[in-house]
């Protein structure tokens, strides 16, 4: 059972930055890749970024390439989303996922692939 805590959510700008943090209790965190997704209000939920256990790989979604940078501490069991340049359009819940894997280098960025999800930290855009 991996436990998973998100924190650094808030209210921001348009134009401005928010990172957001994932802290992971229980399984060797370090054998799980992690995801942040997100929804929004009357939207389904959407992948944003991923990365593999040994930090290694990271994908992103098309809206957040460029602007956001997962990353990861194994040794505080913690990963991060970096928000940049945040848009109006980036308002929504965010979500944490843990998905075990057997590689160093795997990456998902389906939501089945996960086994374990955070409750979410809401992220507020205002224009």
């Known amino acids: 059972q991996v436990q998973l805590v998100e924190s650094g959510g808030g209210l921001v700008q348009a134009g401005g930055s928010l990172r957001l943090s994932c802290a992971a209790s229980?399984?060797?965190?370090?054998?799980?890749?992690m995801g942040w997704f997100r929804q929004a209000p009357g939207k389904e939920r959407e992948f944003v970024a991923t990365i593999s256990w040994s930090g290694g790989i990271t994908r992103y979604a098309d809206s957040a390439e460029g602007r956001f940078t997962i990353s990861r501490d194994n040794a505080k069991n913690t990963v991060y989303l970096q928000m940049h340049s945040l848009k109006t359009e980036d308002t929504a819940v965010y979500y944490c996922a843990a998905g075990l894997t057997y590689s160093h280098e795997t990456t998902m960025t389906s939501e089945p692939a996960y086994d374990y999800w955070g409750q979410g930290t809401q992220v507020t855009v205002s224009s």
């Open positions: 229980g399984r060797t965190f370090s054998r799980y890749a």
